[in-house]
């Protein structure tokens, strides 16, 4: 599904627009001209799907040359490794694996334990089956880190407090800058802050700060709904609860 000139959505599960399986964030394809770059490779139920969306769209899946994590939940990360596996099939290469130096570990040996999907499936937020196969990871990467995407540039923004080690990304395109927030922000200025070790109130809230203080329009989070412009008003929203000392309203209300 084609949003921008070269921003697609190519996978998306029941916090989005159930285009693939029920577990998958949303998966982007940013659309550099001579490669492709996926943002989030989804849980790994549905990657064939995913890449059928890539061919309908009219993307060569043998120009996907990265995949780009924003965390490491199973929702946006475990279906890395198929993914990588799918892709070298039909390009002859495996594509780039990026994700953030934190993450980067638990991605290479599948820890289910540091990116809560032990804790996870135990609350039934994934089926028992729902598993992370571990997959290596290219290229580990700091906030401030460009990624080039052909003509395109991502760049890293840390974003923890949903989780360690997340990233966002900052591109900009002929018409406009786009901000791909995973997990760190939501449509309306919602938050996903989830009952796991590795998330906290505080950081979320100074990343949504870190955020709203950058120039960008097009807004595409990791489920819920996007905008292709006038995105920065999530951020603003999100911000006056802040201010108050307060946290934004939930992702999933409790
Ligand atoms: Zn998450």
């Known amino acids: 599904m084609r949003l921008i000139d070269s921003v697609h959505l190519v996978g998306s599960g029941r916090l989005g627009f159930g285009l693939t399986d029920d577990c998958d964030s949303h998966v982007y394809a940013v659309d550099g001209g001579g490669e492709i770059a996926l943002i989030d490779a989804g849980g790994g139920r549905a990657t064939g799907r995913i890449i059928e969306h890539l061919v309908m769209d009219g993307l060569d899946p043998a120009r996907v040359r990265s995949i780009v ?6 929702d946006h990360a475990a279906g890395v490794s198929s993914m990588r596996a799918a892709l070298a099939e039909i390009a002859g290469t495996p594509p780039r694996v990026i994700a953030s130096r934190d993450c980067a570990p638990w991605i290479e040996q599948g820890d289910e334990s540091a990116v809560s999907l032990i804790q996870a499936r135990a609350a039934g937020v994934y089926p028992a089956d729902f598993v992370f ?3 290596p990871v290219d290229r580990a990467v700091f906030g ?26 900052l591109m900009a395109t002929a018409s406009r800058v786009c901000l791909f927030a995973g997990d ?13 070790w590795d998330c906290s109130p505080t950081e979320s809230a100074a ?9 960008w329009d097009a807004f595409f989070p990791g489920h819920l709904s996007f905008s292709v412009r ?4 999530h951020a603003d929203a999100a911000m006056e609860a802040i201010r108050r000392l307060g946290m934004p309203p939930p992702l999933i209300p409790a």
């Open 69 to 74: 994590l924003t965390h490491a939940h199973g």
């Open 133 to 135: 196969p571990a997959c």
């Open 144 to 169: 401030g880190d460009r990624i080039g995407v052909g003509d395109l540039t991502l760049r890293a923004v840390e974003t923890p407090g949903h989780a360690r080690g997340h990233l966002s990304f």
């Open 184 to 196: 760190a922000l939501f449509f309306g200025g919602r938050v996903a802050l989830q009952n796991i």
């Open 207 to 215: 990343s949504i700060e870190r955020l709203h203080a950058l120039e």
């Open 230 to 233: 006038d995105g920065h008003r």
